[in-house]
Nanobody, 116 residues
Framework: QVQLVESGGGLVQPGGSLRLSCAAS????????IGWFRQAPGKEREGVSC????????YYADSVKGRFTISRDNAKNTVYLQMNSLKPEDTAVYYC?????????WGQGTQVTVSS
């Protein structure tokens, strides 16, 4: 069964850090560009960051540039999102998916809540 499983979310104070993980099973992440997406309450899902399959080039939304870092460990078949200097507006459910996203790969996501 092909699936992506997100983990690492939680409750953190403003200015804090979290590292999200996206573990793949049933397929090899090496061959795919992988992205992180998020959906805040009452808002549409948006792209946050992505990493290519070929040369590891990365993309970040302006809202997270300089604070978030995406990386991949092909040996572990996992993509990470290191989130630093978190802000309340980063509160959302975070998902990973291929780029472009596939309906078949949306998982349950992991909740990130930034609050004092």
């Amino acid at each position: 069964q092909v699936q992506l499983v997100e983990s690492g979310g939680g409750l953190v104070q403003p200015g804090g850090s979290l590292r999200l993980s996206c573990a793949a099973s049933g397929f090899t992440l090496d061959y795919y560009a992988i992205g992180w997406f998020r959906q805040a309450p009452g808002k549409e899902r948006e792209g946050v960051s992505c990493i290519s399959s070929s040369d590891g080039s990365t993309y970040y939304a302006d809202s997270v540039k300089g604070r978030f870092t995406i990386s991949r460990d092909n040996a572990k078949n996992t993509v990470y999102l290191q989130m630093n200097s978190l802000k309340p507006e980063d509160t959302a459910v975070y998902y990973c998916n291929s780029v472009p996203p596939s309906d078949a790969y949306w998982g349950q996501g992991t909740q990130v809540t930034v609050s004092s």
